[in-house]
């Protein structure tokens, strides 16, 4: 059965601190990784990732995958409170044509603090 | 552009009646797909629409769920009849055809059965 693992489960920082949010994955059929921000209600879409090895970067965020090692990790440098949320990875694997099935881990809440 | 939307936002019935949940993709959207999580646990696939028909139903967890999209616009998740163990967040998400299209997220309906 297709398996998502994130880690930690949850975690308290500091504003000004740097996190790194981990997802490993055993999933038939890898399509690619995505990383989703949950803050009150709806998910909302971080970054793709295909290729083993590139960064994917936006502002404070970067994220990257290693395909030999099933994983990727999540990056937030300088952490602002407005980082608080739960952080979702998910992998979507190929299916009939080009039709998409996500698998989630369980996320990872993170909390920044003043 | 506006997102996806879910009505209602909350829903508290008692077990053994009915509820219908909606769904309402961004326009142009011709993949819709049905996701809940259970508390305590990860976000799981329940199906997935291709305009009305249905492409994957493999996570619908019983034929107490009926799902449709009439007309290949809105959708709605008929629950009937409810039981204890269907309470959680029931999110819809709708993403454009073609390869490596991200998926994005409405606010979900929390289901609560008492």
């Known amino acids: 059965e297709d398996k998502v693992v994130q880690s930690p489960l949850s975690l308290v920082v500091h504003e000004g601190d740097t996190v790194t949010l981990n997802c490993s994955y055993e999933v038939t059929n890898f399509r690619s990784l995505l990383w989703y921000k949950q803050e009150k209600k709806a998910p909302t879409f971080l970054f793709m990732l295909?290729?083993?090895?590139i960064e994917k970067k936006s502002g404070r965020l970067s994220s990257i995958l290693d395909k030999k090692e099933l994983s990727s990790i999540l990056n937030i440098t300088a952490t602002q409170t407005g980082d608080s949320a739960i952080y979702l990875c998910a992998v979507d694997r190929r299916g009939t044509g080009t039709a998409s099935k996500l698998t989630f881990g369980t996320g990872t809440r993170l909390q920044v603090t003043l | 552009e506006a997102g996806v939307t879910q009505f209602p936002s909350h829903s508290v019935i008692e077990k053994g009646q009915t509820v219908t949940l909606r769904c309402d993709p961004i326009?142009?959207?011709?993949?819709l797909y049905w996701y809940r999580r259970v508390m305590g646990k990860e976000i799981k696939f329940l199906l997935h629409f291709v305009k009305e028909s249905k492409q994957d139903e493999s996570g619908m967890p019983n034929n107490r769920f009926l799902a449709e999209r009439t007309g290949g616009t809105y959708s709605t998740l008929k629950v009937q009849p409810a039981e204890l163990e269907d309470s959680g967040v029931y999110f819809c998400a709708s993403s454009q055809v073609g390869l490596y299209r991200r998926q994005y997220f409405g606010p979900g309906t929390r289901l609560t059965v008492t």
């Open positions: 295909t290729s083993s090895g």
């Open positions: 326009s142009g959207h011709d993949n």
